[in-house]
């Protein structure tokens, strides 16, 4: 056994905004209009809406289509995030 499997983990992988899951970012997306970070449940909601976005309509998730004030994402240090404006 010579070869390390340094890739077998997913260096795309983080955690959904809404629920917390961690999931593969090719499987879900930011917001376009709360830029929350989402698992393809709480982006897409549906397969149908996925391959929407795919075809290039926005990637809007599930709470601002439906007119929804989604929760603010948790505070979470991210890099490079500027400080929130007040
Ligand atoms: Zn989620
Ligand atoms: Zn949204």
């Not at 976005?53 to 709470?63: E, F, K, Q, Y």
Request: proline letters at 12%.
């Amino acid at each position: 056994m010579s070869v390390i499997p340094i890739f077998k983990k997913s260096a795309l992988s983080t955690e959904c905004d809404q629920c917390g899951v961690l999931f593969d970012l090719m499987h879900g997306g930011v917001c376009d209009r709360c830029q929350r970070i989402l698992c393809r449940t709480h982006l897409h909601g549906s397969w149908l809406r996925r391959l929407r976005v795919d075809l290039g309509a926005p990637s809007t998730c599930v709470d601002c289509r439906a007119g929804r004030t989604p929760a603010p994402p948790p505070k979470r240090s991210r890099p490079g995030a500027p400080p929130p404006a007040r």
